[in-house]
T-cell receptor, first 114, second 112 residues
Framework: SAVISQKPSRDICQRGTSLTIQCQVD?????MFWYRQQPGQSLTLIAT?????????ESGFVIDKFPISRPNLTFSTLTVSNMSPEDSSIYLC???????????FGPGTRLLVL | GENVEQHPSTLSVQEGDSAVIKCTYS??????FPWYKQELGKGPQLIID?????GEKKDQRIAVTLNKTAKHFSLHITETQPEDSAVYFC???????????FGTGTRLTIIP
């Protein structure tokens, strides 16, 4: 298994500002993902964070809005840029481990944009 | 791409009874099917998963069944307890694809 921590756990931000979310894993992992979960909804994949190269974004998500860094095999950041109230969501870091590719999630970052 | 449908969206059962949540998937190449439990204010927690080379897997009060022909899989919780109250998500992933496709979630409420 993998133990994943995220910082901050929650934040309240003003529109137009940016927030960087950190994800730390207790072991080296190949695949790291960032998801968004809007209130009462399912999980939507934002991007796959690739170590040493640019992230791969899903349809509807762009690098200018959600820049991602992955400097090593245990750490990644997601920035939510130029925030609007529509960005209020839970942001989740996720990793896959082992040859079977079992996927685990962090505790999430709860973001409220006013 | 893969599409995963999940039913029901809400489910209430008496404590001690069983709960069943069903998911169907569209991609016949899918071979990994995890289930997650999400409690209020927490991230999704993996509770059980099954791969396409088996038809059933059990872990104490939780079991998952897979019917590859019909392309559906189900979560079974027996002897439900109040702490089973949560939102449950099914997901599917195909071989060679790193990404999970999630169902829409089931809010399970256990009535004491």
């Amino acid at each position: 298994s993998a133990v994943i921590s995220q910082k901050p756990s929650r934040d309240i931000c003003q529109r137009g500002t940016s927030l960087t979310i950190q994800c730390q894993v207790d072991s080296q992992v190949t695949m790291m993902f960032w998801y968004r979960q809007q209130p009462g909804q399912s999980l939507t994949l934002i991007a796959t964070a690739n170590q040493g190269s640019e992230a791969t974004y899903e349809s509807g998500f762009v690098i200018d809005k959600f820049p991602i860094s992955r400097p090593n095999l245990t750490f990644s950041t997601l920035t939510v840029s130029n925030m609007s109230p529509e960005d209020s969501s839970i942001y989740l870091c996720s990793v896959t481990t082992g040859s079977a590719g079992t996927q685990y999630f962090g505790p999430g970052t709860r973001l409220l944009v006013l | 791409g893969e599409n995963v449908e999940q039913h029901p969206s809400t489910l209430s059962v008496q404590e001690g009874d069983s709960a069943v949540i069903k998911c169907t998937y569209s991609d016949s190449a899918s071979n990994y099917f995890p289930w997650y439990k999400q409690e209020l204010g927490k991230g999704p927690q993996l509770i059980i998963d099954i791969r396409s080379n088996v038809g059933e897997k059990k872990d104490q009060r939780i079991a998952v069944t897979l019917n590859k022909t019909a392309k559906h899989f189900s979560l079974h919780i027996t002897e439900t307890q109040p702490e089973d109250s949560a939102v449950y998500f099914c997901a599917a992933r195909s071989f060679g694809n790193e990404k999970l496709t999630f169902g829409t979630g089931t809010r399970l409420t256990i009535i004491p």
